[in-house]
């Protein structure tokens, strides 16, 4: 059964601050991990990662994957108010039928303060 | 940008009750999913749709449940005899083949059973 942990399940931050995420995971056949920022209510796509080393950036945010230890961190630095989420990370395998069905972590919940 | 459009944002029924949850996803995409949230969990697949017809299903997907694609735009999932338990955030989501920004989702269905 694929699964993803995410860690820490919550974090409290001042503007400003540089934050790190972590997901490991484990997956019969990966073909991609997923991060996505769930404010009120649709996730919505950040980063998608197939590749080890490679390090992908929008903006403030940054996100790298190892293939071989099974993980996945997403920076955030100079964090500002507005980040202030559920940032969930999703692994999607590679499966025969193609329907590519993704399994979620619980999220890590980032609050920024003033 | 094109969106996952979702109907009703709220939807109250009674237990036992049937409710039909709407989803227009983009316009060329191919695959087509439901996934459901319960307050405070993880985001969990439902079903996966492609080609007309279901391609993948979780456990929690049994005889409840079912999916339709009606015409060529709507893709709606229909839940029989509603239990408090199904109450959640239904999430409908779409991808286009090999996308490289993963899923896009709808703004969810929240469905509180009664």
């Known amino acids: 059964e694929d699964k993803v942990v995410q860690s820490p399940l919550s974090l409290v931050v001042h503007e400003g601050d540089t934050v790190t995420l972590n997901c490991s995971y484990e997956?019969?056949?990966?073909?991609?991990l997923l991060w996505y920022k769930q404010e009120k209510k649709a996730p919505t796509f950040l980063f998608m990662l197939?590749?080890?080393?490679i390090e992908k950036k929008s903006g403030r945010l940054s996100s790298i994957l190892d293939k071989k230890e099974l993980f996945s961190i997403l920076n955030i630095t100079a964090t500002q108010t507005g980040d202030s989420a559920i940032y969930l990370c999703?692994?999607?395998?590679?499966?025969?039928?193609?329907?590519?069905?993704?399994?979620f972590g619980k999220g890590t919940k980032l609050s920024v303060i003033p | 940008e094109p969106e996952v459009t979702q109907t009703p944002s709220h939807q109250v029924t009674q237990m036992g009750q049937e409710v039909i949850l709407r989803c227009v996803p983009i316009?060329?995409?191919?695959?087509f999913y439901w996934y459901r949230q319960i307050l405070g969990q993880k985001v969990e697949f439902l079903v996966s749709?492609?080609?007309?017809?279901?391609?993948?299903k979780s456990e929690i997907f049994d005889d409840q449940f079912s999916v339709e694609r009606p015409d060529g735009s709507n893709f709606t999932l229909k839940i029989r005899s509603t239990k408090l338990e199904d109450s959640a955030m239904y999430f409908c989501?779409?991808?286009?083949?090999?996308?490289?920004?993963?899923?896009?989702f709808g703004s969810g269905t929240r469905l509180t059973v009664v």
């Open positions: 989501a779409s991808r286009d083949r090999g996308s490289h920004y993963g899923y896009t």
């Open positions: 997956v019969t056949n990966f073909r991609s």
């Open positions: 197939t590749s080890s080393g």
């Open positions: 999703a692994v999607e395998p590679e499966d025969g039928a193609g329907s590519y069905q993704l399994t």
């Open positions: 316009s060329n995409h191919l695959y």
């Open positions: 749709f492609y080609n007309n017809e279901i391609s993948e």
